[in-house]
């Protein structure tokens, strides 16, 4: 096993209070988060400890002699295919390496990733890959300057020290927004998902960004969220607007829009043009294959296997942040403009 | 708390061993499966052990005085939106009752189950509702046996006492026959799952007592197996021999179907009339509806989840096999027969 060197390695707590000129007892409660302990001392002892690569609890130590060869995956939902795409291309990746999986979806509530990475923590999993939520960000940050193995994947949390796998929609969205004003089809509506998450955020000041690129004055913006209901929401109201594109910010509002379509009785490619989110199979299975902007997920998760079982081994990866392009997958979604 | 009478009358393994003439040695043997133990005396103790409502290793004691309140759920999919479906509808059941929820996915691999079920049971779960696989049957009944909460979910083990929730496949496939028959939609084509599991076999079996229901021939039946793959191989193959309808036996198989008439240029409703089977948001988002057998997966999951909650304040279910019908939802993707 890769591991063992590691493992032999590991210090103890009484190695991690030398080194720290502190009394074993006050490393133990500094881990503890202990408030007894001054916030710079735990700091710097917790900060001291994840640099050792020690790991603190009971659960933890005694996966030192008992790995539990599992690790966990946090996702914010399996209904949406992207993440169970996600999740299903981890499991592949760890079985790989002799590693099963254990999976908890959050349905985008921070209390329920609170808990899931409580239980994932104490019940002896011997690494994560979370989509975090950044109202669990201190939590995530504690687990790593604890010593868990961690990656974050698919969003990232600003400032982490976490090394985090995310994918630049920049590329994707300049190739998208490219093509439409080939085929004059202006102006765009595009679907953003929420500012509360950092995708939400990237894909649309990519967007904006892309605009600007092309000397477009700003297009339409539905300010939504990841689900089916949003996008059909949304393609609904940038429609009702004028809109003669639509440019969906993930899979679920991808969705959203085929659904508003079908209601209104759009045939995409002929009445209008439509830029789909992530390259679901479902979507190339429409009467006119959907051009889409693709996050390649799979390698995503891959890079993010490949870093925490690293960690695992005790290899810190060298870069901290893997950035993973998005690409244009065109299919026949866009309706014919006027010719030059 | 519901569960705190059957926590406090939980009987010791000196319970068992008195209750069973043995000493606690030969109890905790048995309780382990130790071969040590003759086989008939093994089975006699376990069986009094779950009549008792015993739990026997490590973990499940110590769950007596602090419940992790998390259930399992284990699935062999969630590329499979039946299953991502059916794991967020016993969750959001859960987290109603005040329980997260973990979930393994074992991609069909009767290994990953043994590993999902022993790392869960060991790891501190409270319950687990299981998808089996009949291969992992003996493991399944032994969980039983020793005490473990545990609900089997759309597919059954014959034989097994453990509590069954399921689908009849034969009121949705009795309609679907007759709707095609109305619609003079013959041969029809039937996409079978793979007969080494149980609903693979109740699906083919009622589609074959249908058409007996209404005096046909046997008609074209492809054993394919749960992939999109499958269903495209076999909806091609069904096709080339002259079918006029296709029926499909689950999820992800319709998928392979839509697949393959997309790519044949055959328009569904139009050119072939074709049954899809769950009803999936996204089969109701075709050019026509698909018309689908749907097999309610919300009302199955809730129905296991409230067997499982039973169970964890001590209450066994009034009936062991809790079978919901079939319901089939009318699309439009039925070819216009001539008139009679």
New interface residues.
Partial sequence: MTTMAAEHSRPTLKDVAQRAGVSIATASRAMADNPAVATTTRTRIQALAAEMGYLPNAQARALQSSR?N?IGIVVP???N?YF??M??AV??AA?GAGL??????T?EHPE?MA??LT??AS??VDGIICVPDEACAEQLNNLHAQGMPLVLIDRELTGSPIPTVISDPQPGMDAAVSLLVEHHALPIGYLSGPLSTSTGRARLEAFQQACRNHDLEPQLVFRGGFE?EQGYQGATHLLNHGARALVAGDTMMT?GV??AC?RAGLSIGEDISVIGFDNQ??FA?Q?RPLTVIDQQVDVMARQAFTVLHGLLAGTQPTHNHLVTPTILIQGDSLMKGPQP
């Fill in positions: 539990s599992t939902s399996l209904i295919p169970a795409t999740v299903t499991q592949n079985e099963a999986t254990i999976i908890t979806n349905d329920t808990a899931s239980f994932l019940h002896g089916q969705i085929l659904q079908h199979p479902i299975l009467p």
